[in-house]
Nanobody
Framework: VELQASGGGLVQAGGSLRLSCAAS????????MGWFRQGPGKEREFVAA????????NYADSVKGRFTVSRDNAKNTVYLQMNSLKVEDTAVYYC?????????????????WGQGTQVTVSS
């Protein structure tokens, strides 16, 4: 599966952005999807994940209550709605897919990665 993330940009603190990740292939609905991010000088970290059905979601503590992950299997797309953005949310955001398993927070559990989209939050 090939993944294409989009929707990043520059936003002021307190603002919102919605990221999208479009996937190729006819079996998108079979994949668990995750969002990760990597800030300047930092390691890649988990943001959110969603099960193949959308019935189960998992969030990093740092984004709970502010970010929402969702998916539209008919459009082969997963979304990350980001509200109340903070300067520390600045990072390159990546979407990832795994063929089996749960909405895992471990990046090593994911088999496919998109190219990333830059999110910059200014103070």
């Amino acid at each position: 599966v090939e993944l294409q993330a989009s929707g990043g940009g520059l936003v002021q603190a307190g603002g919102s952005l919605r990221l999208s990740c479009a996937a190729s292939g006819r079996t998108f609905g079979n994949y668990v999807m995750g969002w990760f991010r990597q800030g300047p000088g930092k390691e890649r970290e988990f943001v959110a994940a969603i099960s193949w059905s959308g019935g189960t979601t998992n969030y990093a503590d740092s984004v709970k209550g502010r970010f929402t992950v969702s998916r539209d299997n008919a459009k082969n797309t997963v979304y990350l709605q980001m509200n109340s953005l903070k300067v520390e949310d600045t990072a390159v955001y990546y979407c990832a897919a795994r063929r089996f398993g749960s909405a895992d927070s471990n990046p090593g559990a994911y088999d496919y990665w998109g190219q990333g989209t830059q999110v910059t939050v200014s103070s």
